[in-house]
């Protein structure tokens, strides 16, 4: 068995164990310096919508060898209509230029300006196209209809197979992947386009998937919870996520791989950018979602379940039970210094040196110290022809 195998194997039979829950605390503060960070950089930079939701003019042409993004940008707002920066991408063997909506002869002054700078044989090398803001919203608005149904539907789902309070914590894992992933998207400015919503809205499957799985697990081991007093429903949980930890590590990588090499190859190094929309959200979509079902969404529940009167009062028995163990260990492991002959000890041999006193105390002088060992009254024995006098002497 591989060493990763091993160590899941330990994790499933308890043998170790990493205490997810129990550091809730500090997974709640990474996540929401993150959030902050993510509304904040909405707030201030918000997105960049693509042409799709805003409208405007998009031409693409073919590039020659030694341009560079600068050359065209400058070959597009050289032909004077242009008011605002463009936004120039690279799409492998051409360029893509981005600008507001133009009329049919500010189109034809870019598509001249291009042809000259870039040395094309006649404008029609220059691809022109018009998209208006109507579409995007009505892609927005049913993509907005479509995440309505499916959080209303894994209510309902979650609710109905586990229960509320599971369907509650994993509806705030989700909002977490949601928000963090459109954070990134504010940062980085990578243009918003169809393909970002198509990839937001498959991310939730990913992040719910994960979650499913290490809550249908916790609610196998908190079944008869509350018949014994072996755990409570916080240590119960994590056993149950640390059971499902490496499963859910291997799914997440294996499905972010294909993804980095769409994000990082494709689009970083070969230049496809048109692949990066997609690839970044869900690759940071299935990250997050990937760290909110282990490190949030589990938390969450055991909080939300530590709040019921059943489980707090499982957890003082538990509590009581871990004392009593503790306080019973500490009695049995616990003996006075010098306890025993050195034969029966494994000590040094000890010395008996009598008191001198009546009371038939002596002194044992060993490895363990000094002690007083009681023996009782102490006795001379009798001579003969004495009546049992203690001296053993005759009355005169």
Same mark, same amino acid.
């Given at each position: 068995?591989s060493r990763?195998?091993?160590?899941?194997g330990?994790?499933?039979r308890?043998?170790i164990?990493?205490?997810?829950v129990g550091r809730q605390?500090t997974?709640?503060?990474v996540?929401?310096?993150i959030?902050?960070?993510?509304?904040?950089?909405l707030?201030t930079l918000?997105?960049n919508?693509?042409?799709?939701?805003?409208?405007?003019t998009?031409?693409?042409?073919?590039?020659?060898?030694g341009?560079?993004?600068?050359d065209?940008?400058?070959a597009?707002t050289?032909a004077?209509?242009v008011k605002e920066?463009?936004?120039v991408?690279k799409?492998?063997t051409?360029?893509?230029?981005?600008?507001?909506t133009l009329?049919s002869?500010?189109?034809t002054a870019?598509?001249?300006s291009?042809q000259?700078?870039?040395?094309?044989?006649?404008?029609?090398?220059?691809?022109?196209q018009?998209?208006?803001?109507?579409?995007?919203?009505d892609i927005?608005?049913k993509?907005l209809?479509?995440l309505?149904?499916?959080?209303?539907?894994?209510?309902v789902?979650?609710?109905i197979?586990?229960?509320?309070?599971?369907?509650?914590?994993?509806?705030?894992a989700?909002?977490?992947d949601?928000?963090?992933?459109?954070?990134?998207?504010?940062?980085v400015?990578?243009?918003?386009t169809?393909?970002?919503?198509v =990839?937001?809205?498959t991310i939730? +499957?990913y992040?719910?998937? *994960? #979650? !499913?799985v290490v809550?249908?697990?916790?609610? @196998?081991? $908190?079944?008869?919870?509350?018949?014994?007093?072996a755990?409570?429903?916080s240590q119960?949980?994590?056993l149950?996520l640390?059971q499902t930890?490496?499963?859910?590590?291997?799914?997440?990588?294996?499905?972010?791989l294909p993804?980095?090499?769409?994000?990082?190859?494709g689009a970083?190094?070969l230049?496809?950018?048109?692949?990066?929309?997609?690839?970044?959200?869900l690759?940071?979509?299935?990250l997050a979602?990937?760290?909110?079902?282990?490190?949030i969404?589990?938390?969450?529940?055991?909080d939300l379940q530590?709040?019921?009167?059943?489980?707090?009062?499982?957890?003082k028995r538990?509590q009581?039970?871990a004392?009593?163990?503790k306080?019973?260990s500490?009695?049995?492991?616990t003996?006075?210094?010098?306890? =025993?002959?050195?034969?029966?000890? +494994?000590?040094?041999p000890q *010395? #008996? !040196?009598p008191?001198?006193d009546d009371?038939? @105390?002596? $002194?044992s002088?060993?490895?363990?110290g000094?002690r007083?060992?009681?023996?009782g009254p102490?006795?001379?024995p009798?001579?003969?022809?004495?009546r049992?006098?203690?001296s053993?002497?005759?009355?005169?």
């Open positions: 068995m990763l195998g091993n160590i899941g330990r994790l499933h308890g043998e164990s990493l205490d997810f605390k997974w709640y503060a996540s929401g310096l959030l902050v960070v993510s509304i904040a950089s707030l918000g997105l919508f693509g042409v799709e939701f805003k409208g405007g998009v031409f693409q042409f073919p590039s020659k060898p341009t560079t993004t600068s065209a940008r400058n597009v050289d004077g209509v920066d463009p936004i991408q799409t492998g051409g360029w893509r230029v981005q600008t507001e009329t002869a500010g189109v870019v598509q001249k291009v000259t700078k870039f040395g094309l044989a006649k404008p029609d090398d220059v691809s022109p018009t998209v208006g803001a109507s579409w995007g919203k927005s608005k993509a209809e479509g309505v149904v499916f959080l209303i539907a894994i209510v789902y979650l609710s197979a586990f229960e509320w309070r599971m369907a509650v914590a994993a509806l705030i989700l909002a977490h949601i928000l963090i992933t459109i954070g990134v998207y504010s940062l400015q990578f243009e918003v169809p393909s970002s919503v =990839g937001l809205l939730l +499957g992040s719910l998937y *994960d #979650t !499913v809550f249908d697990k916790v609610r @196998e081991n $908190t079944r008869s919870l509350t018949t014994s007093n755990m409570t429903y119960a949980a994590n149950g640390n930890l490496v499963r859910s590590i291997n799914t997440s990588v294996i499905a972010l993804v980095g090499g769409l994000l990082f190859i970083g190094i230049g496809a950018g048109t692949l990066k929309d997609l690839a970044l959200v690759f940071v979509g299935m979602g990937a760290y909110s079902s282990i490190c969404a589990t938390p969450i529940l055991a530590e709040r019921q009167d059943k489980y707090r009062t499982l957890a538990v009581a039970k004392t009593s163990s306080r019973r500490k009695a049995a492991t003996e006075v210094p010098g306890t =025993g002959t050195g034969d029966e000890a +494994g000590e040094e *010395d #008996t !040196v008191g001198d009371t038939g @105390e002596t $002194t002088v060993g490895a363990g000094i007083l060992v009681q023996q102490r006795q001379q009798r001579k003969a022809g004495t049992g006098r203690p053993g002497k005759k009355k005169r």
